[in-house]
């Protein structure tokens, strides 16, 4: 699957930004989808994910996140969105969305995930 994450940019704190993750080669219900986001000078961490089973969707959230953003997704558009709101100047990163196929380490682990997009760079000033 290929993945193209846009929908980045500069925000003030407090403000709002919704990521998006376009798929294509593979249906995204496939997969579970996850957001990730990496700071100048530390490890890509997790930030939210979304998997499909027997037509139930399931959430996961990193506590930082966690009544902040929404992740969510689009399956006849092929794109898993991350709303985020109240945002902070801890949050600046490059965000990075991402497809797993077995998830094998966990759903929030970065080895669970076998393709990235590119990554969108959202900026929050204070």
């Known amino acids: 699957v290929q993945l193209q994450a846009s929908g980045g940019g500069l925000v003030q704190t407090g403000g709002s930004l919704r990521l998006s993750c376009a798929a294509s080669?593979?249906?995204?219900?496939?997969?579970?989808m996850g957001w990730f986001r990496q700071a100048p000078g530390k490890e890509r961490e997790f930030v939210a994910a979304?998997?499909?089973?027997?037509?139930?969707?399931?959430?996961y959230y990193a506590d930082s996140v966690k009544g902040r953003f929404t992740i969510s997704g689009d399956n006849a558009k092929n794109t898993v969105y991350l709303q985020m709101n109240s945002l902070k100047p801890e949050d600046t990163a490059v965000y990075y969305c991402?497809?797993?196929?077995?998830?094998?380490?966990?759903?929030?682990?970065?080895?669970?995930?076998?393709?990235w997009g590119q990554g969108t760079l959202v900026t929050v000033s204070s």
């Open positions: 991402a497809a797993g196929d077995r998830v094998r380490f966990g759903i929030r682990s970065v080895n669970s995930y076998d393709s």
């Open positions: 080669g593979r249906t995204i219900s496939s997969y579970a």
């Open positions: 979304i998997r499909w089973s027997t037509g139930v969707t399931y959430t």
